[in-house]
């Protein structure tokens, strides 16, 4: 049978009709099949979430949020971890609205809470005035010497319990914070691990060390005796005006606050450079097997692919509220003792003021330099709870692959 060139003409036509039809209707299919509703990839997203929740094991930060303070637990107001951090991977959840109403609550109970034991302060140099002026025709100086050790002993002994409980919470924190790292700092590796963070997590390793050991041991070993050895001397160089240690208690204290200064600041520049170098690694990492997935199975590569953006999605996206959580916890357990040793200094100065104008000059430099002196645990502890709050978010904005 002869076809003409007509009728070949007419059947290519609809050869090719007819492959372009099942050409289209091939892929409406496949793009119909492929297509998922808003609420269904959040549904799907969610259920990913709760199944990376459910295999973390929160218990140490559990025990560690429970072994906190009243203050601190009040703040946070936190009965399960996991139930925390689920809200949060919602967007509803957050910490940041009541932190100032509870700051400047507890603030104010930690000011009239030191005010009892000063005002016997006061009443002392009130009466060591009095004694003072009542005896002056008739005593000499050393008669009145003696009765300005025996006040000074007494403010001394008043001075003396204030400032070791100041010392007591700050080593507490130091502590406390060490058991933070413990507790926070192996998850955000794990996550991290987990989408492919290789990078962030062999730079960060070394660097937790750092600050969970060096940098702690530093302010225990070296800071926390500096402000003793400080303390002591004011108190010496106050009890008698032959006694002039002023320069050296400045000297102690100023070269603490430089080796604060350098440690730290050296410490915080490094983090962050590598912290972002290590970063940039991962993401450049991810997209390579992203990508090398979806070009060498060219079947199946799509839909491995889209299954691996939401495995990693849901893993980010716990990441990211575990690290939000951390950084509340870490607030907690540094602002308020950090407030409790402010609220001590500012009674000390306010203190200082009303005692210089009774008279007794040396009772009011005593206070005025005791004041001055915990400035140096204010610089450590607000350093330190710095550093760590620097190493949680880092950790939590590191491998984000721009989600």
């Avoid at 940098?215 to 008698?240: C, D, Q």
């Avoid at 690290?323 to 100065?349: D, E, Q």
């Amino acid at each position: 049978m002869k076809y003409t060139a007509k009728t070949v003409k007419k059947l290519s036509i609809l050869i090719i009709a007819l492959f372009a039809v099942l050409l289209f209707a091939g892929v409406s299919n496949v793009a119909y099949a492929g297509e998922k509703t808003k609420d269904e990839v959040e549904s799907d997203l969610s259920q990913a979430v709760d199944e990376v929740l459910a295999r973390l094991n929160l218990d140490s930060l559990q025990s560690f949020i429970n072994s906190l303070g009243s203050d601190e637990q009040n703040f946070l107001s936190i009965a399960s971890v996991k139930d925390a951090i689920k809200v949060l991977t919602s967007g509803k959840g957050s910490f940041f609205e009541r932190l100032f109403s509870v700051l400047g609550v507890t603030f104010g109970r930690y000011f009239f809470g030191f005010l009892p034991s000063f005002i016997t302060i006061i009443i002392i140099c009130i009466l060591k005035s009095m004694l003072s002026g009542m005896t002056a025709d008739f005593l000499d100086n050393s008669t009145t010497e003696v009765v300005h050790i025996v006040c000074y002993a007494g403010v001394i002994t008043v001075l003396t319990s204030g400032v070791i409980g100041i010392i007591k919470t700050v080593v507490g924190t130091i502590n406390a914070l060490s058991k933070f790292a413990e507790a926070v700092f192996p998850v955000l590796l794990t996550l991290l691990s987990s989408v492919g963070g290789a990078t962030s997590v062999a730079t960060y390793s070394p660097m937790l060390a750092v600050l969970s050991g060096g940098i702690i041991k530093i302010i225990v070993n070296i800071i926390v005796p500096a402000f003793i050895a400080t303390i002591v001397f004011s108190v010496v160089g106050n009890l008698s005006k032959t006694v002039k240690l002023e320069k050296l208690t400045g000297f102690i204290k100023t070269a603490s606050t430089w080796l604060i200064g350098v440690v730290f600041g050296l410490f915080a520049t490094f983090l962050t450079v590598q912290g972002v170098a290590g970063g940039v690694v991962d993401k450049f990492g991810f997209n390579v097997a992203k990508f090398a997935l979806s070009g060498y199975v060219p079947i199946l590569g799509g839909y491995l692919s889209d299954g691996f953006d939401l495995i990693s999605a849901s893993i980010v996206i716990v990441k990211n509220a575990f690290g939000y959580f951390a950084s509340m916890v870490l607030v907690g357990v540094v602002l308020f003792p950090l407030l409790k040793v402010m609220a001590f200094s500012l009674t000390l100065r306010f203190v200082s003021a009303i005692v210089e104008p009774i008279g007794d000059e040396r009772v009011a430099k005593l206070l005025h330099s005791l004041a001055a002196n915990i400035n140096l645990l204010i610089t450590a502890l607000a350093g330190v709870g710095f550093l760590f709050f620097i190493m949680t978010m880092l950790m939590t904005l590191s491998c984000n692959m721009g989600l």
